[in-house]
């Protein structure tokens, strides 16, 4: 099925209504599908494998090449498929409600029913300018909004024994840590968009050893890369107050 359902969910005002797709208003990309390796004859995948072993000596690379080839299917479909968990059900199964829901709406995303016969997929149709990007990690792709930011990843495992996929929303603005040697000190990283832009530290960890417990929360121990993140949360709590909304700061 290449298509999307006839009637999907628009925003309409300030609330949300069922529409026939042609007065969407937006133009629809083709739509590659994304190959269901899952189920494919199991002659073809041992073809492949024996293949991949015949070239680079182990089978593994049939795998990886499933991957590869999985990322790129991602990419052609240009943002018409998008992963069902994180979209419109959690890693439960469970449909979403709430703040991610509320996200995705307050972004543009429009999403119909999941793919007939693989619904790991919903169809979907994104904002203006909007278009999913292929990252150096073959099970990793991002969704990239107008400006080039990476509003979301996605993570699709083409391989046939064990093929998943999902979406998590990015923040514009995250704190994390490095420790450039090892051993050594650390440093708390803020980010804007996935770009360095304040650097924290060093950090060493407390003196002593880390205990096994704690006794009273007031002699915590603490180490050098729980400081680092500390420091890093702490500066954009002051720069950046609502920095861990996800809508915050993109416009």
């Known amino acids: 099925d290449c298509t999307l359902s006839p009637e999907i969910a628009t925003r309409s005002g300030e609330g949300w209504t069922i529409k026939p797709l042609h007065d969407s208003g937006r133009s ?14 199991p ?9 991949a072993h015949e070239r680079t000596g182990s089978t593994d690379q049939f795998h990886l090449d499933q991957e590869a080839q ?7 479909a240009a943002g018409t498929r998008l992963p069902s968990e994180g979209t419109i059900r959690n890693r439960m199964g469970d449909p979403i409600q709430g703040s991610v829901t509320d996200v995705w709406k307050s972004y543009g995303l ?43 990843l996605i993570f699709y495992k083409a391989a046939f024994y064990d093929r998943s996929c999902h979406i998590q ?11 450039p040697e090892r051993p050594g000190p650390f440093f708390g990283i803020v980010t804007d968009g996935g770009t360095e832009i304040e650097r ?14 704690i006794d009273d929360p007031k002699d915590l121990w603490k180490s050098g890369d729980d400081k680092s993140l500390d420091a890093a949360k702490a500066w954009l709590g002051e720069h950046y107050p609502d920095w861990n909304e996800h809508t915050a700061y993109w416009d």
């Open 28 to 41: 629809m990309p083709i739509d590659p599908k994304i190959t269901n390796t899952s189920k494919q004859h």
């Open 43 to 51: 002659a073809r995948h041992l073809m492949g494998a024996m293949a």
């Open 70 to 76: 999985g990322q790129r299917d991602v990419v052609a």
């Open 110 to 152: 429009v999403f119909g029913k999941p793919v007939k016969d693989d619904e790991i997929w919903v169809e979907a149709i994104l904002p203006d300018g909007w278009k999913i990007e292929s990252t150096d990690h073959s099970m990793w792709s991002k969704l990239v909004d107008d400006k080039g930011r990476a509003r979301a």
């Open 169 to 179: 929303l990015n923040r514009r603005f995250a704190a994390t840590m490095d420790q």
């Open 200 to 213: 924290l530290g060093p950090f060493e960890d407390d003196e002593g050893t880390r205990p096994s417990y």
